[in-house]
């Protein structure tokens, strides 16, 4: 089988396209012939084994899992021992990250995590939804009308698909990302919009309720700035260092009423049913740029890494 291949950690020129064998399914696994894998930012995490926990669970000097690519849609073509539920030939998906292998035509997956994809999804929408979808629901959970939230690193597809449900709960939903797509956010319908090329959310003097960030750069004492009373800070990824500052000295905020800390998404196929449900009754609705083959994966990458990409890439083997 085709498949992209990465031998040592680095940038995208450390991929190659090669034939392997088609994997046999261990205990416990399902072979998919994968229809579509979404890119995702962990997939450039994994690549360039930065952030240093991307090497805690990839392999510390070299990629135990060769292959990348987490958010998987494939036709189920071999069971393997004591896998009950599932049938050949089902599309399932999931979010695999702890296995990652979804850039190749063929991989095995964990049955326990894989979910049946609904008739009224594609494969290509489907793909956008596990990782990107379960980060948006858990990020927006209990936002009232009114409440001000700001997300930064909006444009991606967690981002895209996090103010979809923060504008339909009624929240004032702010957003923050590079130049090239400042103005295309506004059209989705957000109340404000920043350059953080040209403006430091948390330097502006304004505050928010909620902050929702994709990738975190500033340490508790400027982001605490940036909160209401009462408010609630959650950080999706970003340095090791950053996130452990968030982490223990957010505590030092908590008598002013300011939760600052990291966002625990409940990673699994409950939220996975959860977010394709939603999609499927219209409440959540990935904004896919464009479809590409497995040859596009190293660009893919590198414009998901340099936060190029408006929404998601799908790549279809």
Same mark, same amino acid.
């Given at each position: 089988?085709?498949?992209?291949? &990465?031998?040592?950690?680095?940038?995208?020129?450390?991929?190659?396209?090669? !034939?392997?064998?088609?994997?046999?399914?261990?205990?416990? $696994?399902?072979?998919?012939?994968v229809?579509?894998?979404?890119?995702?930012?962990?997939?450039?995490?994994?690549?360039?084994?930065?952030?240093?926990?991307?090497?805690?669970?990839?392999?510390?000097?070299?990629?135990? $899992?060769?292959?990348?690519?987490?958010?998987?849609? /494939?036709?189920? !073509?071999?069971? /393997?021992?004591?896998?009950?539920?599932?049938?050949?030939?089902?599309?399932?998906?999931?979010?695999?990250?702890?296995?990652?292998?979804?850039?190749?035509?063929?991989?095995?997956?964990?049955?326990?995590?894989?979910?049946?994809?609904?008739?009224?999804?594609? !494969?290509?929408?489907?793909?956008c939804?596990? $990782?990107?979808?379960?980060?948006?629901?858990?990020?927006?959970?209990?936002?009232?009308?009114?409440?001000?939230?700001?997300?930064?690193?909006?444009?991606?597809?967690?981002?895209?698909?996090?103010? $979809?449900?923060?504008?339909a709960?009624?929240?004032?939903?702010?957003?923050?990302?590079?130049a090239?797509k400042?103005?295309?956010?506004?059209?989705? /319908?957000? =109340?404000?919009?920043? =350059?953080?090329?040209?403006?430091?959310?948390?330097?502006?003097?304004?505050?928010? =309720?909620?902050?929702?960030d994709?990738?975190?750069?500033?340490?508790?004492?400027?982001?605490?700035?940036?909160?209401?009373?009462?408010?609630?800070?959650?950080?999706?990824?970003?340095?090791?260092?950053?996130l452990?500052?968030?982490?223990?000295?957010?505590?030092?905020?908590?008598?002013?009423?300011?939760?600052?800390?990291?966002?625990?998404?409940?990673?699994?196929?409950?939220?996975?049913?959860?977010?394709?449900?939603?999609?499927?009754?219209?409440?959540?609705?990935?904004?896919?740029?464009?479809?590409?083959?497995? =040859?596009?994966?190293?660009?893919?990458?590198?414009?998901t890494? &340099?936060?190029?990409?408006?929404?998601?890439l799908?790549?279809?083997?």
């Amino acid at each position: 089988m085709r498949a992209v291949v &990465q031998d040592i950690y680095g940038g995208p020129e450390r991929l190659r396209i090669a !034939d392997l064998p088609v994997p046999e399914p261990g205990t416990g $696994q399902v072979r998919l012939k994968v229809s579509a894998c979404a890119v995702n930012l962990s997939d450039w995490e994994y690549l360039t084994g930065n952030p240093f926990y991307a090497r805690m669970v990839g392999g510390l000097f070299r990629p135990k $899992q060769p292959v990348l690519g987490s958010d998987i849609v /494939g036709l189920v !073509d071999a069971l /393997g021992e004591g896998v009950t539920g599932i049938g050949l030939g089902q599309r399932v998906t999931g979010d695999f990250v702890m296995t990652r292998g979804g850039f190749a035509e063929y991989v095995c997956v964990p049955a326990d995590h894989a979910v049946t994809v609904p008739e009224a999804l594609s !494969d290509v929408i489907a793909a956008c939804l596990p $990782q990107a979808g379960g980060i948006a629901v858990a990020g927006t959970e209990g936002l009232n009308a009114g409440t001000r939230l700001l997300i930064n690193g909006a444009g991606g597809g967690s981002g895209t698909m996090a103010l $979809q449900l923060a504008k339909a709960a009624g929240a004032h939903v702010t957003v923050v990302d590079n130049a090239g797509k400042v103005a295309w956010l506004k059209t989705l /319908g957000v =109340d404000a919009a920043m =350059d953080y090329g040209e403006v430091d959310f948390a330097g502006t003097g304004a505050c928010w =309720d909620r902050i929702l960030d994709m990738v975190a750069t500033r340490g508790p004492g400027r982001i605490a700035r940036a909160l209401a009373p009462g408010g609630r800070y959650r950080a999706v990824g970003g340095e090791v260092g950053v996130l452990l500052s968030l982490v223990f000295g957010g505590f030092a905020y908590r008598l002013a009423g300011k939760s600052i800390g990291m966002l625990m998404v409940p990673s699994g196929r409950a939220l996975t049913e959860r977010v394709l449900r939603m999609a499927v009754e219209g409440r959540i609705a990935p904004h896919l740029e464009a479809v590409l083959p497995l =040859d596009a994966v190293p660009e893919a990458l590198r414009r998901t890494g &340099q936060g190029e990409v408006r929404g998601k890439l799908v790549i279809c083997p």
